[in-house]
């Protein structure tokens, strides 16, 4: 059973910063990558910012690219996103990614956090 949990939503003023973690468990033969994706009211979910565990490459968004910042531990399986200058328009429910195999012979499959609220008011 794999759990991915996740930390450190909240409310926050315009201008402000937070920042998410992302703790992977349980019984895992290899990340590949992991990330963050987030989902506002009516909208589809859209990628953040992921980061290889490989070579530490990152895919960010370019509307957070210059404000976000992904970084990972691969000791403890976990991932951050340091948030800063947010905007009312990064409301979303934020959602933990990783792209990982159960076993050596397993295929890589995609995990999903629970999601964690980040609020950003005017």
């Known amino acids: 059973q794999v759990q991915l949990v996740e930390s450190g939503g909240g409310l926050v003023q315009a201008g402000g910063s937070l920042r998410l973690s992302c703790a992977a468990s349980?019984?895992?033969?290899?990340?590949?990558?992991m990330g963050w994706y987030r989902q506002a009211p009516g909208k589809q979910r859209e990628l953040v910012a992921t980061?290889?565990?490989?070579?530490?490459?990152?895919n960010i968004a370019d509307s957070v690219k210059v404000r976000f910042t992904i970084s990972r531990d691969g000791a403890k399986n976990t991932v951050y996103l340091q948030m800063n200058s947010l905007k009312p328009e990064d409301t979303a429910v934020y959602y933990c990614?990783?792209?990982?195999?159960?076993?050596?012979?397993?295929?890589?499959?995609?995990?999903w956090g629970q999601g964690t609220q980040v609020t950003v008011s005017s």
């Open positions: 349980g019984s895992i033969f290899r990340i590949n990558a």
């Open positions: 980061i290889s565990t490989s070579d530490s490459s990152i």
């Open positions: 990614n990783a792209d990982l195999q159960l076993t050596e012979l397993s295929y890589e499959d995609d995990y």
